[in-house]
């Protein structure tokens, strides 16, 4: 229940150009993307509920422009910590009951156009014995962007209240809605309502 990995992916641009959609070679590599990840999938509690805890870091070999200073350059990293973690069963029904889950990242400020990030919400799957694999979510989160320029940016934060309707093994529709403040991180941005609906299949 505990393992470690490691990845590299290549940062090249041209890969961006059409006609090079598979493209194996090298050629016009600015660096590469190093992400390192420890997970524990442990299953706590009497009732055995199952859990995954993330504690990751990421370091970036290609140059990019410091934020306050564009002409100098610097190397982009980060962390982050992630947790999702049944908290109850639905009349001992392994599949159905409450979830949590929080998600952390932080950034060197220096490179990136956001310090951190975090989310947090809630998830439960079943609510209703005549609907056992529909799901009912709340989620909050907020986005904390870098402005060492000129002080205009600062946080955003949403919420959104989504309920997954399993219609077939196949399709999901998943109506939401969300609040929004501080649009686009601004200190006076705007608060706005946004109402959506997602359809997800499986084939």
């Known amino acids: 229940d ?6 590299a992916y290549e940062y090249n641009p041209e890969n961006l150009q059409r006609g090079k959609g598979f493209n194996l070679s090298t050629d ?9 990840e420890l997970v524990w999938t442990p299953k706590l509690g009497a009732s055995s509920l199952p859990g995954e805890y993330r504690f990751g870091y990421y370091y970036s070999t290609a140059d990019a422009a410091e934020i306050a200073n ?15 973690q049944q908290l109850t069963r639905h009349d001992g029904q392994s599949d159905r009951g409450l979830t949590g889950f929080m998600n952390v990242t932080v950034h060197d400020s220096k490179t990136n156009a956001v310090k951190d990030m975090q989310n947090v919400g809630l998830i ?11 799901e009912l979510a709340l989620g909050v989160a907020r986005i904390h962007a870098n402005d060492e320029n000129n002080g205009l940016l600062d946080e ?4 959104e209240l989504y309920y997954g309707i399993h219609a077939t093994n196949w399709l999901t529709i998943r109506p939401n809605i969300q609040y929004v403040h501080h649009v686009g991180a601004f200190k006076n941005g705007d608060k706005t309502w946004v109402g959506g609906i997602k359809f997800q299949t499986i084939f």
């Open 70 to 84: 564009p002409a100098k350059t610097g190397h982009k990293q980060g962390g982050w910590f992630t947790v999702k």
């Open 2 to 7: 505990l393992y470690a990995q490691i990845g």
């Open 28 to 36: 016009g590599s600015r660096g590469a993307i190093i992400p390192a």
């Open 124 to 134: 439960y799957k079943g609510l209703l014995d005549q609907r056992p694999q529909d």
């Open 156 to 159: 955003e934060y949403n919420t």
